[in-house]
């Protein structure tokens, strides 16, 4: 049974753009060309079949490959490759000349998508067989910006591997990329009439001269973190909405992502047992195109470069893990609230002047947990003519950084979905029991 469950690689071709694009070099942004953006981000988009498909048309793979080589003739950055400072800093994008494009990938995998859960974890195919790999031909994988992987089930339905270079896209931008894509394998579009063009107006970001870069996270003396996924009702966000929403806090109006943060981080806080002296920390990153409006290109619309700042939001272990949701809830908004007067400050240069503190730092520190929002950046819109995605697996490859990913449920399904690998193994029981427990 393992082996009907292999996936079995058919070919691996280089995909240019469908027409000549500009050629030469494309310089990155500041946010764009920190350390940490180095990464491949790596992420599973699962589609069932489509009992509506015309079983004459083309299949996935081909559907796919024409479409991405029309949207490269607008996104040709994409196509190109990293380059770097003769220190190995990274600096820009170079498009165009022998060998630049997207490397993809054409599987089959000899199962239906039912035997193998739908990828539920613990996955029964590796994720390595269904990302796309790295070809000989690179001799620096630094260098690439973007590879596909479509893996076609015997059941019709099929699996998106992406690994995205952060350098070049943030989570919105990477979403608005794959949005065009799948306009253009339903014909809805041509490259030259897609709904959104792209935008390139890295020189809108901020450079300020004074910002300070941190270290990068280290596993030294960290400590392993176990995975957990959780389904939430649509009623257990409600439950805790109401709360908040009562009289007791003024008839204010909070979101799913704040309450569901809100339960997260207090029942890690619990689980972990922090000391309750001991401050313990939530980062989570926020759009900052609504603050460069006046600086971006056609104010920010079409915009696919990083352009995020990260809130860090601070208490007191015992008051997290003391408080009621609604009250964790306030320490949050709180947080948001500073949002704009931080971000310009860092972006005057006052921030790191004046503190040395890094805002985009990321940590492997136990006490701080990293979220993201993976619900609205469009990856459970994109439809490339088979409907949107089952789900989308978000894929991490460091299990010493505490992470928590909010990303939409089933289709049609409602609620939402927590993928964490935030606690110690030892401690996920009581997580787990933290998060069901509504009292």
Same mark, same amino acid.
């Given at each position: 049974m393992a082996a009907a469950k292999s996936v079995?690689? *058919?070919?691996?071709?280089?995909?240019?753009?469908? #027409?000549?694009?500009?050629?030469?070099? *494309?310089?990155l942004s500041w946010l764009d060309r920190y350390p940490t953006q180095m990464a491949l981000i790596e992420s599973l988009h699962v589609f069932k079949p489509s009992p509506d498909r015309n079983l004459a048309a083309d299949g996935p793979a081909r559907t796919i490959e024409q479409a991405l080589a029309q949207a490269l003739v607008q996104?040709?950055?994409?196509?190109?490759? *990293?380059?770097?400072?003769?220190?190995?800093?990274? *600096?820009?994008?170079?498009?165009?000349?022998?060998?630049?494009?997207?490397?993809?990938?054409?599987?089959?995998?000899?199962?239906?998508? #039912?035997?193998?859960?739908?990828?539920?974890?613990?996955?029964?195919?590796?994720?390595?067989? %269904?990302?796309?790999?790295?070809?000989?031909?690179?001799?620096?994988?630094?260098? %690439?910006?973007?590879? +596909?992987?479509?893996?076609?089930?015997?059941?019709?339905?099929?699996? +998106?591997?992406?690994?995205?270079?952060?350098?070049?896209?943030d989570g919105p931008g990477a979403a608005q990329f794959m949005a065009a894509v799948g306009d253009l394998a339903r014909g809805n579009h041509t490259a030259e009439s897609l709904t959104l063009p792209p935008q390139w107006g890295r020189e809108a970001i901020p450079n300020p001269a004074t910002a300070v870069i941190g270290p990068l996270p280290s596993p030294a003396g960290a400590k392993s973190l176990e995975y957990l996924a959780m389904d939430i009702s649509a009623d257990y966000i409600a439950h805790y909405k109401a709360q908040y929403n009562s009289a007791a806090h003024g008839g204010s109006w909070c979101s799913a992502f704040e309450v569901l943060v809100a339960k997260a981080w207090q029942s890690r806080t619990r689980a972990a047992g922090f000391h309750p002296d001991s401050d313990v920390h939530l980062c989570f990153a926020m759009n900052a195109r609504p603050l460069l409006h006046a600086s971006l290109p056609r104010a920010g619309a079409g915009f696919y470069g990083n352009c995020y700042y990260i809130m860090r939001v601070s208490a007191p272990a015992g008051k997290v893990a003391g408080a009621s949701v609604p009250d964790v809830v306030r320490i949050i908004k709180d947080g948001k609230r500073r949002m704009p007067a931080e971000f310009t400050r860092w972006a005057t240069g006052e921030a790191g002047a004046s503190s040395g503190v890094d805002p985009y730092q990321i940590t492997s520190d136990y006490r701080t947990l990293l979220v993201s929002d993976w619900t609205r950046l469009g990856f459970a819109e994109v439809d490339y003519g088979w409907g949107p995605p089952a789900h989308v697996v978000p894929l991490t490859n460091l299990d010493y950084i505490a992470t928590c990913i909010l990303v939409k449920p089933w289709a049609h399904k409602p609620g939402a979905r927590l993928i964490t690998q935030c606690v110690t193994p030892d401690r996920v029981a009581a997580f787990h029991q933290g998060m069901l427990d509504m009292n």
């Open positions: 079995e690689r *058919l070919a691996q071709r280089l995909v240019t753009p469908a #027409e000549p694009t500009p050629a030469g070099p *494309l310089r996104y040709y950055p994409l196509a190109g490759r *990293l380059g770097f400072t003769d220190d190995g800093g990274l *600096l820009q994008v170079d498009c165009g000349g022998d060998g630049s494009g997207v490397w993809f990938t054409e599987a089959e995998a000899a199962c239906g998508l #039912e035997d193998v859960e739908y990828l539920e974890h613990p996955m029964m195919i590796p994720k390595d067989a %269904l990302l796309p790999p790295t070809p000989a031909a690179e001799k620096d994988e630094r260098r %690439l910006v973007l590879l +596909v992987q479509v893996t076609t089930f015997a059941c019709g339905g099929f699996v +998106v591997g992406f690994r995205f270079s952060h350098a070049v896209a």
